[in-house]
Nanobody, 118 residues
């Protein structure tokens, strides 16, 4: 029943913007920490942004600070990643992650491709 489904990826020019969405179901969303990761071919998966379930706490990797914004809509059980001023090095498959306290487990979506190219 539990699902994480990413969408919103695509091909953009350097300096462009994309908004990724991660729609969830079967998840205790309001108490889960939601994160975005990315993985480029031949590279390790890396953390991009985190949204905690409390205190409006967010955290970002240094390489996206000032450009990316993570947000969540608890009513829609959806987390977003607004990506601005995209660079070629941002090209990767972006994955949604949910850390659910009730299950003490990290759930993953299947990813959405982001390609930044001129």
């Amino acid at each position: 029943q539990l699902q994480l489904v990413e969408s919103g990826g695509g091909l953009v020019h350097p300096g462009g913007s994309l908004r990724l969405s991660c729609a969830t179901s079967g998840l205790t969303f309001s108490t889960s920490t939601m994160s975005w990761y990315r993985q480029a071919p031949g590279k390790e998966r890396e953390l991009v942004a985190v949204s905690a379930s409390f205190g409006d706490f967010t955290n970002y990797a240094d390489f996206v600070k000032g450009r990316f914004t993570i947000s969540r809509d608890n009513a829609k059980t959806t987390v977003y990643l607004q990506m601005n001023d995209l660079k070629p090095e941002d090209s990767a498959v972006y994955y949604c992650n949910a850390a659910e306290p009730a299950s003490r487990y990290n759930y993953w979506g299947q990813g959405t491709q982001v390609t930044v190219s001129s």
